[in-house]
């Protein structure tokens, strides 16, 4: 069973100001067991998607279902959107026990939340939220608003334990999470505090890890990584897909890193989705590309500065036969091999020896 939303609407209110298009009639399916990356500009609606998937904010219009839980839109007797926040420390690597209690609901650290609101989520779901929200891991894109306890290993363990472990298999779950993500055993006595940012963000995924959840979201979860890091964290996450049969949803405006990981591409706009399909299609796609602010990967840049270059611009080579198609080749990978392969064809139905 995947993830649905039916025509979900949301906007975000702020003392009484014009509310902000949130979300607006978004209908999308997901599919379950494999990745999905999530594109657009900034303000097109995809973090707004994501603190949807385990309640975090409820639509204001619309119907959620995620696996066999369902949200709906609040009540009309509440208003639905508004929320309320707190920040604060208690020392220098902890938040307030309030916050602390914010995102053992699996909320924003601060964020409230009324009693009736919270009664609603769970009729509407007929199951506990914070069960929801065991079976659905969110990476902010910000790990520091993530983290708050006094260590990493503590950090890593506080999931497993508010959802049943006993301390010793919160402590090897916590163990497992950190190596998948490639944290050092030395940093687990150390504040999450005192972390470099990519290192604090290892530590964010690996405390979502540790609860071991059926979905991951993530919010831009390769920023503040070095290129290496990003490759092996893109890679673990396509790991958790075939080898795991997780369903891993990414939000991103990095098509380039996403495209050789992801199955299917989601392409928002406004609060709506404008592209599904794959990366092969979105490539094919240049108005899409251009609506949703993306950046095309280097390889499909050079394909056509190269096509331009040599008058192929709307063919494409293929077993030594031009035909009509778009000036990026349908057979051409996204890897240098691949264009190398397509250069030569290209070169020598130029009469170009090489």
Not at 84 to 90: V, Y
Not at 176 to 200: H, I, N
Request: some cysteine; glycine content about 10%; hydrophobic content about 40%.
């Amino acid at each position: 069973m995947g993830i649905s939303f039916e025509r979900v609407s949301y906007r975000y209110r702020d003392r009484g100001m014009t509310p902000v298009i949130g979300l607006d009639e978004l209908d999308v399916v997901l599919k379950a067991g494999g990745m999905t990356a999530v594109l657009g500009a900034p303000g097109s609606g995809k973090s707004t998607l994501l603190q949807h998937m385990n309640g975090l904010i409820r639509p204001d219009k619309g119907r959620i279902q995620i696996m066999d839980y369902v949200i709906e839109a609040a009540g009309s007797g509440e208003r639905p959107g508004r929320r309320k926040w707190r920040w604060g420390r208690s020392g220098a690597g902890g938040r307030k026990k309030e916050q602390e209690q914010g995102l053992l609901q699996g909320q924003p650290y601060g964020q409230e939340r009324s009693k009736k609101s919270e009664r609603a989520v769970k009729h509407d779901n007929h199951h506990n939220i914070q069960k929801l929200r065991q079976r659905v891991g969110l990476v902010f894109q910000y790990p520091e608003q993530q983290l708050f306890e006094e260590t990493v290993e503590r950090e890593l363990m506080f999931a497993p334990l508010n959802f049943g472990m006993s301390e010793a298999e919160a402590r090897e779950a916590a163990l497992q999470a950190a190596a998948s993500v490639g944290l050092d055993e030395k940093l687990l006595t150390c504040s999450p505090f005192r972390l470099s940012s990519g290192q604090m963000r290892k530590v964010a995924l690996a405390a979502v890890l540790a609860a071991d959840p059926d979905v991951i979201a993530l919010d831009e979860p390769t920023a503040s990584l070095d290129p290496v890091s990003r490759q092996e964290l893109m890679e673990l996450l396509r790991s958790l897909c075939t080898e795991q049969g997780k369903t891993v949803l990414i939000v991103t405006h990095r098509l380039e890193e996403a495209a050789a990981y992801a199955d299917e591409f989601v392409v928002l706009k406004d609060g709506g989705v404008i592209f599904q399909g794959d990366v092969r299609q979105l490539l094919d796609s240049p108005d899409t590309l251009e609506a949703g602010g993306i950046v095309p990967p280097r390889a499909k840049r050079t394909a056509d500065v190269i096509a331009a270059t040599f008058g192929a611009s709307g063919m494409q080579i293929h077993a030594g036969q031009r035909q009509p198609a778009a000036a990026y080749p349908s057979e051409i990978g996204l890897d240098a091999s691949d264009m190398a392969d397509w250069c030569v064809k290209l070169l020598e139905q130029r009469g170009v020896t090489t």
